[in-house]
């Protein structure tokens, strides 16, 4: 179409998708549905004057600022994540004999490299979340570029092995696909919303997994206002989603991310739900219950590329 109002141009962005002919991701095993667990890892990397930033992060429990000075009530809110919560869902998920993958900021795990080395040492995957938690979007590419590099150092030492995969809070830049790539080592990123199914796109010339991530099958509604109060809020939700995407996945597969975050589903009026969670997916049969990393190698391969 070229007649538009105003001589405005149509959408330049590819708003169809699959359709209703999605590729068969053939997932390990027969399974019906790829589900992946997302810890976001974000202590320490909040904005705070006390931490040399230029403005503190507004607390989601009161939404209050403190302009000026150092707040903490914030950092304590956050700090919650680090000295309890990691250790609560980490034990949660061994008992289940779940892996994750856990996002994570720099600047949280160079506080705090337990962080990282604890999940890293139980066998689960360590992502990339950016430097400090804040978007990207805007951001000067030479300071974009430094982010991306200092995050993945810090992770890789500690850790053990470098990141390969990146999400950002929020919007990301028009240039952080390309700078992920120019970086080296990234499989995949997450910042995209817009599908149940992964992805392959071309960044300068290389294949690069695009793995959906979603913030309705999150905890970080259960901020103020956002929909869930109590834990069942959150596993009824999830079960809800699960259960729906399973049964269409009888004749298209399908994937699933759920989000999580230390300091919200590490309460312990909020353990329940995901607790719940997993007492239904570990007992349906067809799921394949993977890393982040692990379903992009694999789609990689399915489509014929070194994984």
Known sequence: MTDLPGGMPPASRDLAGYGRTPPDPRWPGGARLALSFVVNVEEGAELSIASGDEHNERVPESHQLVEGHPDPCMET???????????????????????????????AVAATPALAAAPAAAGH????????????????????????AATVKVLAETAGARPVGWHTK???????????????????????YDDDLPRLVEVEGR??????????????????????????????????AFDWLMREAATQPRMM?????????????????LEMLLEHVTRQPGVWIARRMDIARHWRARMGLPA
């Open 207 to 240: 294949p690069h997994v695009i793995l959906p991530y979603s913030f309705d099958t999150n905890d970080m509604r259960f901020a103020p206002g956002q929909g869930f109060v109590q834990a069942r809020d959150f596993s009824d939700y999830c079960i809800g």
């Open 170 to 192: 929020s919007a990301p830049s028009v240039n952080t696909r390309r700078l992920l790539m120019e970086e080296g080592g990234f499989l995949y990123d997450s910042d995209a």
């Open 77 to 107: 809110h956050f700090a919650y994540g680090s000295r309890v919560g990691l250790w609560r869902i980490l034990d949660l998920f061994d008992r289940f004999g779940v892996k994750a993958t856990f996002s994570c900021c720099g600047r």
């Open 125 to 148: 995957e360590i992502s990339a979340h950016g430097w400090r938690w804040e978007p990207l979007a805007g951001m000067p590419e030479a300071q974009e570029r430094a982010v991306i």
């Open 257 to 273: 991310s759920v989000g999580l975050h230390l300091r919200t589903i590490g309460k312990p009026g909020r353990i329940r739900g």
